[in-house]
């Protein structure tokens, strides 16, 4: 069952707007153009679809907040500053499928009376934004974006914006302070982007990967892609493989599946013996051999302490030493946080120092109380998502795997001979 | 305002409050002053320093008080274990970045950070191996430092001077935990647009923004055999300078004041009040001369260094409009040089004139070099208010027990018009009560012109000069001017005469006031200068006998050859980077 890379894995699919409509291609819009909002709406929220950015918010229920909303004019804004690390998945859509999410922004638009979409594209993402600038104009010039798209009264443009760098632009607030030209910093939740987005405008902000299964649910109903893989959060996801595991890559598969089957039967299984995955990238939660048996739906890996996210699925063999990797997870949030909130900035430095300290034989054993506290306070109090899971993956490293942390603390030890002791 | 009405409770009381307020309001109004620090009561909400953070049922996470609005049925706890437990973490983790020379800090007395570490019980700090980050100073200002060791990125030096003043001139650079607030392209205060008027280091809660001291530079003068050294008091100093001493807000020190200067080792204590005076006769016959001869029209006001600088960087085409009078500071330099010491017989290069100023631009004033008309620089060293009590402290002044002494004269001499001049309002009042008389020759009877005084963003009045309508208005805070300023550049202005001053509540709110300085204790303070008016004999300034013997004596008449060349000045065009 392949929604989303069902042209791509097509073998000589191009991706440009003729193989596209090869594909029945912008038939979702031209049934769309036909339908009301009312309509629309039902069909995504019938779908049971969940937003593929991580939070895994109900796509349909999002768009229906800005269809009622009375603020003119209304946005869509496409979160393509896929930054996660370990997650490439919206990267393979937007070099080799642009037209499917055009289609779905434009789609949307109709749905929630939109006239203007922007799409923020990560910066380093150069073949992605090149492939994007060219199918913006090829639909622009075959009227499925513009004036009076296919003859309609309905007209939608699209303007392509390239982020800096900076990971938080990812979440969406900071995303859209970037888009306006500011500093990309997140904003005080409430109010939402849905009721007060760009430019303090009703917007609906997507992910690549929740906009690119909307022509297939408006095509072929709700209903029916309700059924596919898990009932909590129907579909098909992208799961980006990584780490130590034979066949590294991105897999498209449905929700139901298990974290056993996505190792074992599409990667081949793992190179050497698992120890850890991270199933969310690093603000996850480490998840260890005995957990494979989860099903990769948003709400099975809640239920394990940790999340999906974006679905960006590390496997992490016996040769790794955990302290080490908590380590480089926790550097990784010092380099991104954005400074503005005191609990992110100052600790996930003193988190990476801690950590660090440990690594090279000068831990203490106050060290460990201080890092959980330092993950409790930050989850409770940093202003976005960013902060509040920058400590999860050393938590739950220090929760999973004591014992390592131990020795390399009271005996100067790392067993692995990872860590420079 | 929405004016709907929601129930909640807070600790267990219930309360009622209007739609749109915030929990750290409510809080407020039931005595519960949650902990914060980038929370500032005139600036925009930042929400980031994360100490404000509350209890709210049924959120997974705390929430920032002085950012969530109350709700209806919301239930709200500030005083948990958790809520105790991250404030804590969250205040020892700035520490854990912050020098720890609490002994040397100009903020050791009135550190936000320290305190609320104090009252946060914060007695280990578990942090303390933690690598310090370091960082040059901005040293380039003649009147504003700035350690980025010391600073918490709390915004509110930011704020302060893009929404208070409409000025720009620091914002955050960089990212993550090597943000800093810099100017731009990390130029240095002196070489953008700052107007060093010092608010920032008011709204600042450690010591990260201070005033370039010159206490030693005093010391060093009163130690020196050859100096004569006179010193000026500003208006706004007796108003605030108590303060510095434990005395309540606003207290009226006037007396313990030219006491305790004295005792320091002056020679001659004096007042700016004298030289805010001369200012008067000057500008309002400035004004007249104005109005009479089709000049250009409306007239500001140019006694508030901050503003003319502000003026210089951001609307120096509208240079014509500002009066060509220098401010009382340099017109009382002037004088003392030019026309007192030669009638004491001492060389002006002998002579070192100190003032005292509720100002940190002083600073910068008395340092350019259209103001040394006496030959040498007409005012030597600035203090602020703080400095001044600094010093009074360090020579153990029992500042509250000291009896009343008195300036000296002839240039501590002064009238109720000249005090005024330290809340917003008061020069164009003073000006008003001698452009009165000078136009209609009658003698003016209701001298109070309440229409101008108070914390009012922009006043304005017409005032009837038997016949002729004087249109006015008064700003302060260099955003309201801006409105002004730009009615004029716009051509739409209906005044003839504006006064405006840098900071809010004007010079009793200057940036070298005791701290806090906040909207209650600005109050306070403009009480007291409305109430050294009334107590004085005198409440005009051409009344003065002083001011009238200088004419007799020294300068001849108002705009004339010598006043033109000691009283006036003029201005230049500035860069903005």
């Not at chain 1, 888009?179 to 690549?208: A, H, M, W």
């Not at chain 2, 709204?203 to 370039?212: D, I, S, V, W």
Request: charged share 25%.
């Amino acid at each position: 069952m392949k929604i989303l890379l069902k042209n791509i894995e097509k073998e000589n699919y191009k991706g440009n707007l003729k193989s596209y409509l090869k594909e029945s291609g912008y038939q979702a819009l031209e049934k769309a153009l036909k339908m009301s909002s009312e309509e629309i709406i039902k069909e995504v929220k019938d779908s049971n679809l969940l937003g593929r950015g991580g939070a895994g918010f109900p796509c349909g229920l999002k768009w229906e907040f800005v269809y009622k909303e009375k603020g003119r004019p209304k946005y869509i804004v496409c979160n393509a500053d896929e930054g996660e690390p370990g997650t490439f998945k919206d990267r393979l859509i937007l070099e080799k499928d642009p037209h499917l999410f055009l289609e779905a922004m434009t789609i949307c638009a109709k749905a929630i009376s939109s006239e203007e979409g922007l799409i923020y594209i990560r910066g380093e993402y150069i073949e992605g934004y090149k492939s994007l600038e060219k199918a913006i104009k090829e639909a622009e010039k075959s009227n499925f974006l513009g004036k009076n798209i296919l003859g309609s009264d309905f007209s939608f443009k699209i303007a392509l914006y390239r982020g800096a760098g900076a990971y938080v632009c990812g979440e969406e607030t900071a995303l859209l302070d970037s888009l306006e030209g500011k500093k990309g910093q997140s904003r005080i939740k409430p109010p939402f982007p849905t009721f007060v987005g760009f430019k303090d405008k009703p917007t609906v902000l997507n992910n690549v990967e929740t906009l690119a299964n909307i022509p297939a649910i408006v095509l072929k109903g709700g209903e029916r892609f309700s059924k596919i893989g898990s009932p909590a959060s129907p579909g098909t996801k992208l799961y980006c493989l990584s780490g130590d595991v034979k066949k590294p890559g991105i897999y498209e598969l449905p929700t139901s599946i298990t974290l056993k089957e996505l190792i074992y039967i599409y990667g081949g299984g793992p190179d050497g013996k698992i120890k850890a995955v991270l199933p969310g990238g690093v603000s996850s939660c480490f998840l260890t051999a005995k957990d494979l048996d989860v099903i990769m739906d948003y709400k099975s890996i809640q239920e394990k302490d940790s999340m999906l996210g974006s679905g960006a699925v590390i496997v992490i063999n016996n040769t790794r030493c955990l302290v080490d990797l908590a380590k480089r997870c926790a550097e990784f949030f010092v380099y991104e946080s954005c400074g503005k909130c005191a609990p992110c900035r100052e600790g996930t430095k003193r988190a990476k120092e801690l950590l660090t300290n440990i690594t090279i034989g000068k831990g203490e054993s106050g060290g460990i109380e201080l890092l959980k506290e330092l993950q409790e306070v930050l989850y409770d109090t940093s202003r976005c998502g960013l902060g509040q899971s920058a400590l999860n993956a050393v938590r739950s490293a220090l929760e999973k795997f004591p014992d390592e942390f131990e020795k390399h603390i009271l005996k100067k030890k790392c067993d692995l001979g990872v860590c420079p002791i | 305002m929405n004016e709907r009405k929601v129930n909640f409770t807070i600790d267990g009381q219930d309360l009622s409050a209007a739609q749109g307020t915030t929990i750290f309001e409510s809080a407020k109004s039931i005595g519960i002053n949650i902990p914060h620090l980038c929370y500032h009561e005139k600036l925009s909400i930042y929400g980031a320093c994360r100490v404000c953070v509350v209890e709210v049922k049924g959120k997974p996470r705390l929430e920032p008080s002085c950012a969530t609005l109350v709700e209806e049925g919301m239930v709200v706890k500030t005083n948990t274990s958790r809520i105790r437990r991250a404030r804590k973490m969250i205040v020892e983790l700035l520490l854990a970045n912050h020098p720890e020379d609490c002994f040397t800090c100009d903020r050791s007395q009135t550190c936000e950070l320290r305190d609320l570490a104090y009252n946060l019980g914060i007695r280990d700090l578990r942090f303390q191996k933690a690598r310090k980050y370091h960082y040059d100073l901005d040293e380039t200002s003649p009147a504003i430092i700035r350690d980025p060791n010391k600073c918490i990125l709390c915004s509110r030096c930011i704020r302060v001077c893009s929404e208070i003043q409409a000025v720009g001139a620091i914002d955050f650079v960089n990212r993550g935990g090597k943000t800093q607030v810099l100017t731009f392209f990390n130029k240095g205060l002196n070489n953008v647009d700052c107007t060093t008027c010092g608010q920032c280091i008011l709204a600042c809660p450690t010591g990260a923004l201070r005033e370039r001291t010159a206490v030693d530079d005093v010391w060093g003068a009163l130690s020196d055999p050859k100096k004569f050294v006179v010193v000026q008091t500003a208006p706004a100093v007796r108003a605030a300078i108590g303060e510095e001493f434990g005395m309540p807000a606003g207290s009226l020190v006037t007396g313990k004041m030219a006491e305790a200067l004295r005792r320091v080792g002056f020679d001659k204590v004096f007042d700016t009040q004298f030289g805010a005076d001369l200012t008067i006769i000057e500008e309002a016959n400035e004004l007249v001369e104005r109005i009479k001869n089709k000049g250009t029209i409306p007239m500001i006001t140019s006694c508030s260094p901050g503003w003319i600088k502000y003026l210089e960087h951001f609307f120096p085409d509208l240079k014509k409009h500002v009066s060509t009078c220098k401010s009382p500071q340099q017109m009382f330099g002037a004088i003392a040089k030019a026309y007192y010491a030669k009638k004491i017989g001492v060389e002006p290069k002998d002579m070192c004139v100190v003032s005292i100023m509720p100002c940190t631009a002083k600073k910068f004033e008395a340092q350019r070099p259209e103001m040394r008309s006496s030959g040498t620089q007409d005012v030597d060293i600035v203090l602020t208010t703080r400095e001044a009590g600094r010093m009074i402290k360090e020579a153990g002044i029992d500042f509250v027990n000291l009896p009343e002494g008195d300036f000296d004269k002839p240039l501590g001499i002064s009238t109720g018009a000249a005090v005024i001049f330290g809340a917003t309002g008061g020069v164009m009042e003073a000006a008003l009560r001698t452009a009165y008389e000078v136009v209609t020759g009658k003698t003016l009877e209701k001298i109070d012109f309440e229409e101008v005084r108070g914390m009012q963003e922009i006043k304005s009045a017409e005032i009837d000069l038997d016949g002729t309508i004087l249109k006015v208005a008064v700003a302060h805070g260099l955003s309201n001017a801006k409105i002004l300023l730009e009615e004029i550049k716009n051509k739409t202005s209906p005044y003839h005469f504006i006064e405006i001053m840098t900071c809010p509540g004007g010079c009793l709110g200057g940036g070298g006031q005791p701290m806090p300085t906040n909207e209650e204790v600005r109050l306070k303070r403009a009480e007291s200068i409305y109430q050294e008016d009334r107590n004085k004999p005198i409440r005009k300034s051409h009344e003065s006998p002083a001011i009238k013997e200088i004419y007799k004596d020294f300068l001849g008449k108002p705009l004339g050859k010598l006043s033109h060349h000691l009283l006036h000045t003029h201005y230049i065009k500035r860069p903005r980077y």
